[in-house]
């Protein structure tokens, strides 16, 4: 019973972390990852970063928008920098 639980919750993190995986890699991929951690992360989340990333993210700060990324990656339980 356990099992028929735990396998459908861990079949969706395996597809949402290597499709995460892929984006990082593609062009405009850490932007796309900034994005969805600014639309899905916890606001506590959010409020752990530097001042002003969010104003960083409109202007397109480099730095911003990679650390915005890497909490997205965070939440999924990849490594590593959003840009390659």
């Known amino acids: 019973m356990a099992l ?6 861990r079949l969706s ?4 972390a290597s499709t995460a995986a ?3 890699r593609y062009p ?4 796309l ?8 992360a916890p606001l506590r989340r959010l ?3 530097d001042d002003g990333v969010v104003a960083g993210w409109r202007t397109g700060d480099p730095r911003s928008i990679d650390q915005l990324a890497a909490l997205e990656l ?3 339980g990849l490594r590593g920098s959003p840009r390659r």
């Open 22 to 24: 892929k984006v990082r």
């Open 74 to 76: 965070r939440r999924l």
């Open 33 to 40: 990852l900034a994005l969805r951690a600014l639309a899905t």
């Open 4 to 9: 028929a639980l735990w396998v459908p919750f």
């Open 47 to 49: 409020a752990s970063l």
């Open 13 to 16: 993190w395996i597809r949402a």
């Open 28 to 31: 405009g991929g850490s932007e």
